[in-house]
Each structure stands twice: as structure tokens, then as C-alpha cells.
């Protein structure tokens, strides 16, 4: 995956909360994604959800990182960027 250079939006306080719920029942996700302007889907269990340089990643148990702005959904329920 690429590593985004913009500068990190924060996520939806209640969307973290969901992404949390999701790690801690080891759901299984769809996950909608940017990654270099392309919109990408993968299948995963969020194994860790953390911050890092300033910015809020989510990791796969598949070993994707995603930063938490670049979400588009996952399990259909889709991103909202206002905390």
C-alpha cells in the first residue's frame, strides 16, 4: 500500500468506535478503500487499530494498512469525516 502524503482528516468519532467494535468480535470485513486515487476493495479481520505520525491506520489480518481517511465503507456503512 502506498503511504499517503496528505494531511490526515479525522474520522468520524462514532465510525472509530464501529471500526473498535469490529477488532475486538474479529468480524469479517469488506473494506472499501483509496489507495492512490483508485478505489480498491479487500476481505479482512481488523487485527489493530492505531495512530502513527499523526495520522489513524487500521490493520488487516491479511497485512494491509489502511490510513483511516482513505475508507470509503466497510461492511457497506460508509465514512463519515466529521468528529
Not at 494531511?7 to 483509496?34: H, W
Not at 502513527?52 to 497485512?63: F, I, T, V, W
Request: hydrophobic share 35%; net charge negative.
Amino acid at each position: 500500500m502506498t503511504q499517503q502524503t496528505s494531511k490526515y482528516q479525522n474520522i468520524s468519532c462514532s465510525y472509530y468506535d464501529q471500526l473498535e467494535a469490529y477488532a475486538t468480535k474479529q468480524t469479517q470485513c469488506l473494506v472499501i478503500f483509496r489507495d492512490d486515487d483508485l478505489e480498491k476493495t479487500t476481505e479482512g479481520i481488523i487485527v489493530d487499530v492505531f495512530a502513527k505520525e499523526g495520522a489513524e491506520y487500521l490493520k488487516l489480518n491479511n497485512g494491509i494498512v489502511i490510513r483511516l481517511d482513505q475508507l470509503i465503507s466497510i461492511n457497506g456503512i460508509t465514512l463519515s469525516n466529521v468528529c
